[in-house]
């Protein structure tokens, strides 16, 4: 039998369940000889592993299961490569969340100055991750889940030569929502934008168009459970000409996000620590083999049928049409062709080739796309290159941030504080002994 090896680095997410039962889901189709889990938090790693390990031989998967803290043992040999690392862990979400609070901003681990600080840790991580997969297995993929997934895409394609996809449940959740809303489930759905900033601007069955329909009635997608959601009203999505992921809550409704933030006693990092202790307890009994219906209060539901089917995809080259973070590549014609974008793609085994949407006319979704794309774009040369200049560049132009004194006050603050995460923007400082 061809060997399969499929490597999972941050293994000690309590997320690493669902990649498990998406394996097994899809066992008769992915061959799977070896498994190696990575994770740098032994703890973690040897729950979350050992309950991977007793899904897998319950399933009757014969595998071979590997549990590491090192980085090259994982990658030597891989076929793919899962990407969900969290560079500072949880702590360092709940700063991402809460000091930004203290100036007026919104926190969030990837909207704002809080998913800014997000990149500027994970970006030199998942670049050295890239750079380690050339060395020791140049022939895989890299699917990557971390977050802020689109811009972590924007990175790697433009600053490594890895074979690469994001990936995020969104578009999968939304498909699904809107479907089950309808009562249509085999329409056609388009959907366009960046990761967490996007819009469905089709919905088509049997030749007919349903986004009118569904535009005149405020049709929303099921929020995301990690979201305080209040939900769009008619007027709003009329308004935008499309159904708006519940990301954009955070644009549309800043101000009342705001106020919510502040007025929560825990942040959502917070919460997801309870949530994550709660899910190792559950995780640590021998007798569990299956995965906990406690996961899905988290935001990462449905991260199996996303990630492994598109891993699915790609093995078996099924030419799937497939939400995905990829360049752009002239698929639409308002972004530039190095842009990372959020759209349907057709998978194989050569990857993902982005479906074209010529003459494509809202506006309103143009325009915002730019704005944020420009925004990426200098948050990835700050990540790249610990320009502070390119960082401010960066924040006066996100629109959950914009001036300047309050951006720069709070990125000197938050540089601080993430200051062991940020070697770029300490360079020529020395570690003390």
């Avoid at 049997?206 to 405020?218: C, E, F, P, S």
């Amino acid at each position: 039998m061809k060997k399969l090896k499929i490597a999972i680095v941050g293994s000690g997410s309590t997320y690493t369940p669902e990649l498990i039962e998406g394996i097994i889901k899809r066992k008769d189709v992915l061959p799977l000889t070896e498994l190696a889990l990575m994770d740098i938090d032994r703890r973690k790693l040897d729950i979350v592993g050992e309950l991977g390990a007793r899904m897998l031989k319950a399933a009757g998967l014969s595998c071979r299961v590997v549990l590491t803290e090192n980085l090259d043992e994982a990658l030597e040999g891989a076929d793919f490569v899962l990407g969900q690392i969290r560079v500072g862990k949880l702590p360092a979400r709940v700063l991402d969340e809460k000091i930004p609070l203290r100036y007026g901003l919104i926190g969030q681990e990837t909207c704002g100055i809080g998913g800014f600080f997000k990149a500027m840790r994970t970006i030199p991580v998942m670049l050295d991750i890239a750079k380690r997969m050339k060395e020791l297995c140049p022939d895989a993929w890299l699917i990557n889940f971390s977050n802020p997934a689109g811009i972590l895409t924007e990175a790697l394609l433009n600053h490594s030569d890895v074979k690469m996809l994001g990936l995020c449940n969104v578009p999968y959740n939304m498909f699904r929502s809107i479907r089950s809303s309808l009562g249509l489930e085999r329409a056609e759905i388009t959907y366009v934008g960046l990761n967490h900033l996007s819009w469905i601007t089709a919905i088509e069955q049997d030749g007919k168009d349903y986004l009118q329909g569904a535009l005149a009635m405020g049709l929303n997608s099921e929020a995301m459970k990690n979201i305080p959601s209040s939900g769009f009203s008619r007027e709003l999505i009329q308004t935008v000409g499309a159904i708006p992921s519940s990301y954009l809550e955070y644009y549309y409704f800043k101000e009342k996000k705001l106020r919510i933030l502040r007025e929560s006693e825990l942040s959502r990092g917070e919460k997801c620590i309870r949530i994550e202790e709660e899910l190792l307890g559950i995780y640590a009994d021998s007798e569990l083999h299956v995965k906990p219906e406690l996961l899905s209060s988290r935001g990462g539901a449905n991260y199996s049928e996303v990630a492994i089917s598109l891993v699915d995809a790609i093995y078996n080259d099924k030419q799937e049409v497939h939400v995905v973070n990829l360049l752009n590549r002239g698929a639409l014609e308002f972004m530039e062709d190095t842009d990372a974008v959020e759209i349907g793609a057709v998978i194989g085994k050569d990857g993902a080739k982005p479906i074209a949407l010529p003459g494509f006319a809202n506006r309103h979704i143009i325009d915002y796309m730019r704005m944020v794309k420009a925004y990426e774009r200098e948050t990835v040369q700050a990540a790249v290159t610990g320009s502070e200049e390119a960082a401010m560049r960066a924040l006066m132009m996100n629109p959950l941030v914009g001036d300047y004194d309050t951006a720069l006050a709070c990125f000197r603050e938050l540089k601080e504080a993430h200051k062991a995460y940020l070697p770029q923007f300490f360079k020529g400082e020395t570690s003390p002994a």
